[in-house]
């Protein structure tokens, strides 16, 4: 199982390139200078905005020219020491989740991203998805994520001011893995445990309203009342409605 999970994340990342080619970010006129070109998941280790890609590794940004599709350019190189495991793009902001952190870059000069502030937490693994001022993170603990840690976690953080980001709420999870976010709902995966559907009406507090023990979960995108979740065999895809069911539609297998 644990060699399989990472070829599901990557399978995951392939459908973001896909949707590349026909998905619209929820930008509104011009304060989304860079729109996001395509959709991916809170796992994802890399985005493209625009005419321009960006790929965290261990311990950097890399950031690259694609306007020549077949003859990508290397921009710069923003080095952020270790523990760097995702990337998630918003309006015109990349918000980078680390092991010790998020770091939030200001994206305004596509080819030269700006470090604006990062928001510290506790050592452990932590995807981040973003909607309007609030930013949602995830912190698994585990052996290969927090050792000696305790317990697991949802921490809701303001953004209004990302050069000074805060803690506004936090509850505990199972063994939360990915995340996605629509409109006043939060979807966050839990692994072998499970699939939690969440009412973020008051977006600094997310109320559970489902949790699918029988939907294992650990990356989900989520568009048009769709979510295409990384289960334990393959690729899922289920659409949601607004009583919070879910109902599965398709499968891609992994075997």
Do not use: W
């Not at 261990?58 to 923003?78: C, E, F, H």
């Not at 270790?82 to 870059?105: C, K």
Request: glycine letters at 10%; one cysteine or more; a neutral charge.
């Amino acid at each position: 199982m644990k060699k399989l999970i990472p070829l599901l994340f990557l399978g995951l990342a392939a459908i973001g390139l896909m949707l590349i080619l026909n998905a619209c970010n929820d930008s509104s006129g011009d304060s989304n200078v860079n729109p996001q070109t395509g959709t991916g998941g809170s796992l994802a280790r890399f985005a493209i905005t625009g005419n321009t890609l960006y790929i965290v590794s261990k311990q950097s940004l890399d950031v690259y020219d694609i306007r020549d599709g077949g003859n990508p350019a290397k921009s710069v190189t923003k080095n952020l020491g270790v523990g760097i495991e995702t990337i998630f793009p918003y309006q015109q902001n990349l918000f980078i989740g680390a092991m010790d952190g998020m770091y939030i870059f200001n994206n305004h000069t596509p080819a030269n991203p700006v470090l604006l502030s990062k928001y510290t937490h506790v050592l452990s693994c932590d995807p981040v998805v973003v909607q309007g001022r609030y930013a949602y993170v995830t912190l698994r603990a585990g052996v290969n994520c927090r050792p000696g840690g305790s317990f697991s976690s949802l921490d809701v953080v303001d953004i209004g001011d990302p050069t000074q980001p805060a803690m506004v709420g936090t509850q505990r999870m199972d063994s939360p893995y990915g995340l996605g976010v629509s409109g006043n709902k939060l979807f966050v995966c839990e692994g072998e445990k499970g699939f939690r559907v969440m009412d973020i009406t008051d977006p600094k507090t997310p109320v559970q309203k489902r949790y699918f023990q029988n939907v294992p979960s650990y990356d989900v995108i989520v568009r048009e009342n769709r979510l295409i979740i990384t289960g334990q065999k393959g690729l899922f895809q289920y659409r949601y409605d607004d009583s919070d069911t879910i109902r599965f539609l398709s499968q891609i297998p992994v075997l």
